[in-house]
């Protein structure tokens, strides 16, 4: 055949299947980060485990720095950059990791952003149609596959010294995003034709946080999932109206909620939220009495102990940022640490409103991770908790299978991602352990990448793709 009868052969199959199927549209795939939950989308399709087989190499691209994952979406690969005070988008090529195009972000001041943060930590969103790249630094760019800018949205800055974090997903024709930050924090709606704002809800309760939104089905319609601090809340995609809340969550929140048939489970920790170890904030009253010395009606850093749990976090809680702690900045936050807790919660929304009371199934309180999202895979619940503690969990009633440790020490900041019977944990440190699917920790392999990861890898058509701090890497069962 032709190239020409080919690409006609293969339409001819397409329409057949449409008429077949009663279908008249084709509904485009969306990409974005956890849009898988993780998972292999053919799970039955052999993955690598020894990433020290040459074999198992399909290529190896030199990439600049960012935590942000890759992105896939046909024969490209989409993701994001930091470098020489340079922000950028790249485009890939699936088949080969070369540089298909570059395009930078220019801005007035890079944004503040934490020593083991990034500037470029958003993963990108694609609809099959348009790319969607956001840098706290500035805010939302769009692009056509092939690179060429189709529109801008600048939102920044934000008021976090520690930058911007959340990724934007795309779902039906609107772009979502959450902000949360020290102030004017909020979740809004972009049309992805245009770039203007379909609905802004503002979060005036929220403190500071990290997490990407997630999408759940429902037979009223879709909704978002937006895990901040103290509280998971489902707005209406079409209005951004709130629909239901569970409150339990950690004070700072980086991992996103997973939906898995009708069960929503999401797992936040923070320090100082666990029993024995809480942080907590005295009485303002008590409070200007001890540390109040010229009786102005504010606290200052000066007037505070060493040991204070409010002097590290002092920038966040002075609000107007006027130097001194007034009564209404003490009592916002002291709230957020009395409030907050660390666990791993099931929930079976159902019904409308405050349903922390009656919509959670099980909780647990151990092996929680800090940024790492939890993977659920074949009714098996994987958590990788700072330290290389890797924690299996029954998924139907929250008891403990078991907990081992990962070859890789130190922090998890990579989600983990699953296929094949495989489950694979990135540890900041760039060492990927391997372990079998089950009940029991088993491991399979591990692997010394030398570089730091911090992006969460992907698996993507029998391919995995393992971001590196200064490589991106892709690899196939051989």
Known sequence: MTKIQIQ???????????????????????????????????????????????????????????????????????????????????????????????QLTK???????????????????????????????????????????????PMAPYRNEFGSGGSPIVKDGRVFLIQ???IDSFVIAIDVKTGKTIWKAQRELATRSYSTPSIRKTADGDELLVAGALRLTAYDVKTGKEKWWVDGLARIVNTTASVVGDMVFIATWSPGGDLGE?????????ATKTYDKDSNGKIVRTELPDDSPVLNRFFRIDLNQDKGLDKYEWERHARVFELARNAIFAIKPTGSGDLTNSCIQWEYERGIPYVASP?????????????GIATLVNAKNGKLHEQGRLSGRGNYYASPVAGDGKIYFASERGVITVIEAGTEFNVINSYDFGSRIYGTPVIDDGQLLIRTNDSLYCYKKP
């Not at 952003?113 to 694609?126: K, L």
Request: glycine share 8%; with cysteine.
């Open 180 to 182: 949360d930050h020290d």
């Open 278 to 286: 809480r942080i907590s904030m005295e009485p303002w009253d008590n």
């Open 107 to 153: 801005v007035k001041d890079i944004e503040k952003y934490h020593p083991v943060g990034s500037p470029a930590a958003a993963t990108i969103a694609c609809d099959g149609e348009r790319v969607y790249s956001f840098f706290g630094s500035f805010g939302m760019q769009c692009y056509s596959l092939d690179g060429e800018v189709i529109w801008s949205k």
């Open 8 to 102: 006609f052969f293969f339409s001819a199959l397409t329409i057949a299947s449409l008429l077949l199927t009663g279908s008249t549209t084709v509904v485009a795939q969306q990409h974005y980060f956890r849009s898988d939950n993780g998972l292999a989308k053919d799970d039955s399709v052999a993955l690598p485990s020894d990433f020290g087989d040459e074999d198992a190499l399909v290529w190896k691209a030199e990439l600049a720095p960012g935590h942000s994952s890759p992105c896939v979406f046909g024969d490209y690969i989409f993701i994001t950059t930091y470098e020489d005070d340079q922000l950028a988008t790249i485009g890939l090529s699936r088949q080969s990791g070369k540089l298909l195009w570059k």
């Open 375 to 387: 993977l659920t895979y074949r009714g098996v619940i994987y958590m990788a908790k700072d330290g």
